[in-house]
């Protein structure tokens, strides 16, 4: 699992040099506004929100999907309540496109005017940041699906401790949680909300 945070890790730095590069020519070339640039880099932290929550909550699925594939060939009565810890990780998949969602919306990418002042140097960088926040949050995704396949193997030896079984799943969750609530509070101070 150290293997998959530093790959991840190392994805996301290298595509935020990628992208970092890619903006400063395309600025010189293009002799882009301020605006122009707040959208890009608006779009860059909507990049990294979802693709980093994203990559991390397929790993947790992975985990925690591979562990309840086993428990149900033995135990098929076992579905419902394996599915609900399965699925855990990928809420934080689901915090990452809200997070992206949020900040088009406030950029007026999705249509309509823009909430907040685009052409103020600060609007951009201050995404990026925003989706650095929620996307290496929801790394905690790759945890949750840790203890949701521990959660799932212990359910198919006692099917009475699911529900115990979820209280340990979501308590991985909060750091994300922490997460999209900063991310929130950012982008509403920024005036994006």
Known sequence: ????????????????????????QAQEEADMT???NSKMLIILGCALAISIAGISAAIGLSLAG?????VTAEKPNLFGKLLVLSVLP?????YGLLTAILLMLGAGLLGGAARADLT??????AAVWIGLI????????????M???SSISAVGRNADVAARGIIFTVMT??????GLLAGILLMTGLGLL
């Open 90 to 94: 990928m809420t934080q998949a689901v």
């Open 173 to 178: 969750e909060t750091i994300a949680i922490f």
């Open 66 to 70: 591979s562990a309840a594939v086993a």
């Open 134 to 145: 929620v996307g290496l949050t929801g790394v905690s995704a790759v945890n949750q699906g």
């Open 34 to 36: 301020q605006e122009d």
């Open 147 to 149: 203890v949701a396949s």
């Open 1 to 24: 699992m150290k293997k998959a945070r530093i790959i991840t890790l190392v994805f996301t730095l290298v595509l935020l040099m990628v992208f970092s590069v890619g903006l400063a």
């Open 120 to 125: 103020s140097p600060l609007l951009g960088p």
